[in-house]
């Protein structure tokens, strides 16, 4: 697997390292902003709720935090299954983040309207060079998919934001981060945990095997490192 793996006892270690990385990660970064893109799904919201508790909360500069997403449901921005729902309702709704340091993925429109609307913030924040993240948290899933990149689906260089169709995990229609976009980050970490992930990883650590969408994050220039638990590592 590329980058660094740290295999934890269980989900609870594994959310608990990410938080001290990710202040570790602020803290190397003492000027100017700090842009961290969350992922959606089930195995961030243990961190989430985390990092909306002391001592962590307090700890935290969320003046200089801008929240990303590296993929989003197409649904409206107060549907229990939307990413931005998750982390809104798990941690931005409880940190004093400012408002204008919140940047979710336009799902009012068609998917390909927000993918190039996104890519528009991103220009806003980035300027025209490709932006490069600070942070990425990514999970995976049992295929393999992180972000909303999925096997069999295209995923061409090119654009910065991807309009998805047809996703094998329900809701069909996503938006995400490329592969590219992904790559440039000066880091990412992945979250991995559950036995249903173990055979994704295994395909991933096996070079002979075809490779998987979470397989091809490989930074250009940063640090990767899965945190993962024994259920989903050993
Ligand atoms: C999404 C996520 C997706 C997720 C994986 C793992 O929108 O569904 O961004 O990429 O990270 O599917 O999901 P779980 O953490 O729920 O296993």
Redesign the pocket.
Known sequence: MNGTTLILQDPAAVALDAAERLLALIAAKPEGNFSLGL???????RLFKLLAEEPWRGQIPWQRIHVFF????FLPHDHPDS?YYSAEQLLLAHVPIPAENLHPMPTDTTAEDGASRYEAELKAYFGDAKPRFDLIL?????DG?????FPGQSHPFGPWVLPVHNSP?PPPT?L?LSLEIINLAHNVLF????T??AEAIGQIRDSSKPPLPAGQIKLEAGDLVWLLDEAAGL
């Open positions: 992922s959606g799904g089930s195995t961030p919201q590296a993929d989003e449901r990413n990514l999970g995976m899933g049992p998919h992180t972000a909303s990149l995990k996503r995400t979250l991995v945990t559950g249903d992930k």
